[in-house]
Structure formats: structure tokens, C-alpha cells
């Protein structure tokens, strides 16, 4: 029986725009063509929006990264479809090896016009990460310490109106926060660790994981070698899970998912690239059992995906 798995967070398309490859293209994390026969993925591919980018740039980012996408997508129609109603991903991936949706990381595109979210959602955009590191006209990064504008807080509520996820992975703590005051809908942080097994800001604190499983929301863990271990020096899959067991521990079965950081982060040998990921999915079915590794795996995601 393949392995079904849910992958909230890539930068494949922004590495394949930047060196003019497919998703076939040599070293990528995220290569389809490395995809082992038992694997069934549904992956978040995202738009990757820099937030030093001027307006301009940033839309014309926004439109190479969508017809890039486009372009990839028509080209291997007999490995992988696209998931335009999340609704579907499980009967998707009975019929297909891979699905993909598109995300966008970083606000800085919306600018301060609210209405765009209407325009990425006719792009099919299903999930907007809203800052990056630094900061935008909606809110600040980690890098910042600004939180949510009026701007930031009426991009939400657009957000939600629209049923498009909103992805609070790069906020700073301030900003985080700042959302937890308006939002009335679950949201996710589709790539990030916790903060208390490794020390860095890109990580959640124990308080803001309990707030997103209070919320119904996801956390995906992210395989970035700096956020898994103080220094980046992770030696085995076990340094990975070590976040996995203490969101258990905080109450997050139905909350933790996965959210790789493929091709936009250095990963550690264990888990680098797709044809790893039976490896971790053994890994975690071991450590936690089959019923909350389906969970971790795919149905957490799925839940929520299914909820936008």
C-alpha cells in the first residue's frame, strides 16, 4: 500500500525560476522524477516573494512563478495534477502519484491593496504565508519588530471571506500574535519548529503551538538543518522527531503535519530530497504508531485543507 503524504511548504518553484529548470531538473529536493513508486504526495508549491522586493517586482515575480507553474504542470500530466478543490486530495491521490496547489510566501505582493487577494484567488492560490523575514505593508517577520497594520487586518478578513489559508510561518512574535486577536478562522504555520527543542525565532514558542491547536489549525515541521538543532549540526532523523514528540506532548496529534522547506533550505542527508520521505514516514510510524503517523503524515493537513 503507497504512503499518502501532505507537504505544506516547498520553494521548488522559486529554484527552478531562478535556474531555469522543470521540476525534473537535477538536484532539486522536490525532483518528480525521483519520486519512489510507494509514495502518493500532495505538495504545496510556493511563490516565493522577497520582502526587500519593490511592488512592481514583486508582481512580476508573482506572474513568472504562476506561468512557470503552469508551464510544469501541463508538461507532466502523467505523474501529477493539480488540487484545485482541497476537498479532493484524498480521491486525487488514489488516481495520481502527486498533486500540487499553489501558495504564495510573502505579502509584499498585495502591496496596499486589499483586492488582491481577490486577484491570487483567481490564480488559484490557496494559501498566502504573509510575511517573510522582514516586513511588508501587512505585517513583520522575524527580522521586524512590526506587527499587523490596518492593511495587515483587512487582508485577513479578505482572506477568510475567500476561504484562501493564511500561513503565520516568518511572523515575528509581536505579529503572531496580533493575529490571534482578529483571525476568526483555524490558520497554519506551514514550516516551522519549535522553539523550545531549538532556539530560533523562525520557531514557534510552546504557547503560540497551543494557540494554533486551540484554533484547529496545523504546524508542519520543517527539515531546515538550523531549525531543527542549536547550530545546524543535526546527525540523525531522530534530532527531527525530537520536534515531533514535544508538539505530541503539548497536545498536538491532530495538529502537527509536515511542511518540508524543499529546495528554498539546507536539509539534512537524512532527509534530502523526495525519494527520503518513505524513510521518515517508517521513521515516525515507528516512534508513534500507525493510527498518529497517518495523522502527522496526511490526515492532519487534509482536515484542514478540506476546512478552507
Not at 538536484?27 to 519520486?35: D, E, K, S, V, Y
Not at 508549491?45 to 512557470?68: C, N, V
Not at 496547489?101 to 492560490?125: N, T
Request: with cysteine.
Amino acid at each position: 500500500m503507497a504512503t499518502r503524504l501532505i507537504d505544506l511548504h516547498c520553494d521548488t518553484l522559486d529554484r527552478c525560476l531562478d535556474e531555469g529548470i522543470g521540476l525534473t531538473g537535477s538536484g532539486l529536493h522536490f525532483n518528480i522524477a525521483n519520486r519512489p513508486e510507494d509514495l502518493h504526495i500532495c505538495q504545496t508549491m510556493a511563490i516565493f516573494i522577497d520582502s526587500a522586493l519593490p511592488l512592481d517586482k514583486a508582481r512580476a515575480r508573482l506572474f513568472a512563478g504562476y506561468e512557470l507553474y503552469r508551464r510544469e504542470v501541463c508538461a507532466h500530466t502523467e505523474r501529477l495534477c493539480v488540487a484545485c478543490d482541497l476537498c479532493d486530495i484524498p480521491c486525487l491521490l488514489s488516481g495520481n502519484p502527486i498533486a500540487v496547489f499553489l501558495a504564495v510566501e510573502g505579502g509584499s505582493v498585495i502591496g496596499k491593496e486589499p483586492s488582491w487577494v481577490d486577484r491570487l484567488c483567481e490564480m488559484s492560490v490557496k494559501l498566502l504565508t504573509i510575511t517573510w523575514n522582514g516586513e511588508n505593508e501587512l505585517c513583520g517577520g522575524v527580522g521586524s519588530e512590526k506587527g499587523f497594520t490596518d492593511i495587515g487586518k483587512q487582508v485577513i478578513a479578505r482572506m477568510e471571506e475567500n476561504g484562501m489559508l493564511v500561513d503565520a510561518s516568518h511572523m515575528n512574535d509581536k505579529s503572531f500574535w496580533d493575529l490571534c486577536e482578529f483571525a476568526t478562522k483555524p490558520f497554519c504555520a506551514s514550516h516551522s519548529n519549535a522553539r523550545s527543542i531549538c532556539n530560533h525565532p523562525r520557531n514557534l514558542t510552546d504557547d503560540q503551538f497551543k494557540e494554533i491547536v486551540r484554533r484547529g489549525g496545523v504546524v508542519g515541521l520543517n527539515y531546515y538543518h538550523n531549525f531543527i538543532v542549536d547550530g545546524g549540526e543535526t546527525q540523525c532523523m531522530d534530532d527531527l522527531l525530537r520536534h515531533l514528540h514535544h508538539f505530541l506532548e503539548l497536545g498536538g496529534e491532530d495538529t502537527v503535519a509536515l511542511g518540508s522547506d524543499f529546495d528554498g533550505a539546507v536539509v539534512p542527508h537524512y532527509i534530502e530530497g523526495i525519494e527520503k520521505l518513505p524513510a521518515l514516514a517508517g521513521a515516525i510510524e515507528r516512534q508513534v504508531g500507525k493510527i498518529v503517523a497517518e495523522k502527522v503524515l496526511f490526515k492532519n493537513a487534509a482536515r484542514f485543507l478540506r476546512g478552507m
